[in-house]
């Protein structure tokens, strides 16, 4: 659904501009280009699917706000010493027109997003910038001990 992919797309840009940040004022500067990109498409994805001229400009300012909202509520979820803050902050918001969400399914993705986080961590900024091999296997997550160990965040 076009949620869906604004949802998914927002939460690994926002892993992305969070690791971006730590890299001084170069990295500062590539995530607002980062999101400055992201937050420009806007207007023509929402044309793409049928969207008037008249509401664009109110849509595009409702899916900006909602960008910051998820940034800081992913942030919040990161920085928290155990993943309960960050699994709620993917139910709200990644799955937050989803019925059905099964626990497993969310226990899935918060591993990911620690993995992701963990593996952006180790990669340097010309490799972010290029776009090389940003993401994790999700098919091979590591478990929630592995990623402390490899310096990840504390983990529940």
């Known amino acids: 659904s076009f949620d ?21 004022e170069a990295g500062t500067d590539l995530a607002q280009a980062l999101f400055d990109a992201l937050t ?12 008037g001229d008249m509401s664009v400009g109110k849509r595009v300012k409702t899916m900006t ?7 800081a509520a992913y942030d919040a979820g990161l920085d928290s010493p155990d993943l309960e803050m960050l699994r709620g902050a993917l139910r709200r ?8 969400l099964s626990d497993d399914r969310l ?3 918060t591993a990911f997003v620690a993995s992701a986080e963990v593996h952006l961590k180790a990669k340097p900024m010309a490799d972010i910038a290029a776009g090389r091999d940003l993401f994790p ?5 590591a478990p929630a001990e592995a990623l402390a160990a490899a310096g990840g965040p504390k983990r529940e």
Not at 65 to 71: E, Q
Request: hydrophobic residues 45%.
């Open 4 to 24: 869906g992919r604004f949802e998914a797309l927002i939460l690994h840009a926002h892993l992305v501009i969070r690791r971006l940040r730590q890299d001084g």
């Open 40 to 51: 420009g498409h806007f207007d023509e994805a929402l044309r793409a699917i049928g969207v």
């Open 65 to 71: 706000s909602a960008v910051y909202g998820r940034l």
């Open 93 to 100: 918001n990644l799955y937050g027109t989803v019925a059905d």
């Open 107 to 109: 226990r899935a993705m």
């Open 137 to 141: 296997d999700p098919t091979a997550l």
